[in-house]
């Protein structure tokens, strides 16, 4: 809350998940599918909210009475796919602490990925900065598309409900 009252990029965090490297069977491969795990698991809540999205949008048009409630619902699942998307793709940042630097740093040699290891104590302000000077819109330009080209899909074929639209302005152009 005090980044925002201050107008300093927003930034939140989450604990991480425990996990013990002694019980990967290879150790390489078990860091890349742990790191991919949050990734993975982003997409797939946003595939499961584009694909009710378009269900209730049918709903909606089937039953007229339900069109209202089935338009926030629309709304609800279309900022999930939007906000999964830009998780996924904020995680695959190769910026140590981030998820994406595990996998990133078994494409380098290993004297590099030793280094590469090394500024993972500043990972976090690199972030900061990358927020703070918007370089990030770039890297997070394709998940806003797709999840831009979901929404104009619905639109096209009818089947955003005008009860969603409201809802949508903040996060989609009109």
Do not use: E
Not at 35 to 58: D, E, R
């Amino acid at each position: 809350m005090m980044l925002y009252y201050v107008g300093a990029p927003v930034l939140a965090g989450a604990r991480p998940v425990p996990v013990d490297p002694r019980n990967y069977r290879n150790f390489r491969r078990g860091d890349i599918i742990v790191s991919l795990a949050g990734v993975t698991a982003n997409l797939g809540i946003a595939i499961g909210c584009a694909i009710a999205s378009f269900a209730l949008g049918l709903l909606g048009n089937a039953a007229p009475g339900l069109s209202p409630v089935c338009g926030i619902l629309q709304a609800m699942t279309l900022i999930g796919v939007l906000l999964n998307l830009i998780l996924a793709a904020f995680n695959l940042l190769p910026i140590p602490p981030l998820d994406g630097s595990h996998v990133f740093k078994y494409l380098l040699p290993p004297a590099l990925a030793m280094r590469y290891q090394q500024i993972g104590f500043f990972g976090i302000l690199l972030v900061l900065l990358l927020l703070r000077f918007q370089v990030l819109s770039y890297w997070l330009a394709p998940a806003y598309g797709a999840a831009l080209a979901i929404h104009s899909s619905l639109d096209s074929r009818s089947l955003l409900l005008p009860s969603a639209v409201p809802w949508l302005k903040a996060f989609y152009p009109a």
